[in-house]
């Protein structure tokens, strides 16, 4: 009877932090990191975070693999006082850098909530991430399908970074060739047929041609031996940042945005969309050099400096804006001395004529006078002969 008492309390215990769901959408507290992203249908998934759980014999969750606003991914362990450690990754859209840092997440009894911290950044962007994660639930869309959310089935082995790279891989949207450059610099191309929706966030008509392009990046492997591709696409609709990992042995998913300098309130940054790319991906055939660069990228539009927060590279051509200004300056001034040498010159010609025309209206009237003295003299001297 000790021994039903102690296994039935066992299992209760089990099952009851199995109550914990495997897979959990928290919402993002509002501020910077929500912000970034344009409102719209395109975005709805930015005011989220995805939580993935593995258990322990315990019955609790040990290890997190997830994703935030389709933008962001994080895997680690989570330890008995529910906090979990987690390597994060991301591709910063402004300025095509990589991101790596570590996003600890101190989770909830009932794993509904958690504070989030972030620390040894590579990136200014991190700082943007809220203190606070909340409103927890697992009824939501793919909850079903921790693939889609999290980049993650549970149970499939670790495909590493070396499995993923100089293979060639193939999806309903299009294919792909990625291969490793140097040290995991990886460079690929790839064709993409973009959905109605995506045509038209593109502003192009709902069925628009396929597309070709090319990626650079780099990959690495998490602490788990798991690869993560951390790359820029380029093609001729402009440039935005991909994340890859393996789901499953055949698995790739990940997804893509793109960002915008301008789109903002006031000009400011944003993203303006992101799209996920879980059409599987399946690993085939080798890829070889050549078909890695076969869609070199043409050089990508320009792009700002991007929020504040995300320390964009200075610009290397552009001058200094205090120079702009006294090259502003200058011209002005140039120009102020121009125009009162033009108006001098205009006013002694003026005055020039006038004393020329006052002069010629003066000089007849005195040789009038000398005629009309003239004429008196004679006169008088011809009645002075008279009189004699």
């Known amino acids: 009877m000790r021994f039903c008492i102690t296994l039935c309390a066992a299992l209760w215990v089990g099952a009851d932090a199995r109550a914990i769901d495997p897979v959990m959408r928290l919402t993002l507290l509002d501020g910077p990191l929500k912000y970034m992203f344009t409102p719209g249908d395109d975005n709805a998934k930015s005011a989220f975070s995805y939580h993935c759980f593995s258990y322990g014999n315990d019955g609790m969750p040990n290890y997190v693999h997830g994703t935030a606003q389709t933008f962001w991914a994080f895997e680690g362990p989570i330890d008995s006082s529910r906090t979990a450690s987690t390597q994060l990754y991301a591709v910063n859209p402004f300025t095509s850098a990589p991101i790596t840092g570590t996003l600890t997440l101190t989770y909830s009894t009932d794993f509904s909530a ?72 990886v460079v690929g191309s790839f ?104 869609y070199a990228p043409s050089p990508p539009p320009p792009m700002g400096a991007g929020p504040t927060r995300a320390s964009p590279a200075p610009p290397t051509s552009a001058a200094p804006i205090g120079a702009a200004q006294r090259g502003s300056e200058t011209a002005s001034q140039g120009f102020l001395a121009v125009f009162q040498t033009v108006v001098l010159v205009l006013v002694l010609l003026l005055l020039g004529f006038s004393i020329r025309l006052l002069l010629k209206l003066l000089a007849p009237q005195s040789k009038d006078a000398q005629s009309n003295d003239s004429i008196q003299m004679i006169q008088s001297n011809i009645r002075g002969t008279s009189n004699l």
Request: with cysteine; hydrophobic share 30%; aromatic share 10%.
């Open 114 to 185: 958690a504070e989030v911290s972030v620390s040894g950044c590579s990136d200014a962007l991190c700082e943007s991430w809220p203190a606070t994660l909340f409103d927890g639930t697992s009824n939501f869309a793919d909850a079903s399908a921790p693939a889609n959310v999290c980049l993650w089935s549970e149970g499939s082995p670790v495909v590493s970074k070396a499995q993923l790279i100089d293979h060639t891989w193939q999806g309903d949207q299009g294919d792909i060739w990625m291969c490793n450059s140097s040290g995991y610099s």
């Open 191 to 294: 064709t993409h047929q973009m959905t109605p929706k995506e045509c038209i966030a593109e502003g192009l008509p709902s069925s628009c041609p396929l597309l070709t392009g090319a990626y650079t990046g780099t990959a690495a492997d998490t602490s788990t031996g798991r690869g993560i591709v951390l790359t820029t696409w380029h093609d001729t609709t402009g440039s935005g940042p991909n994340l890859f990992a393996a789901s499953s042995a055949t698995d790739v998913r990940g997804f893509y945005c793109k960002g915008n300098d301008r789109s903002g309130p006031m000009g400011s940054a944003t993203i303006e969309y992101c799209f996920e790319l879980h059409y599987n991906y399946t690993l085939n055939a080798s890829a070889t050099a050549e078909q890695c660069t076969n």
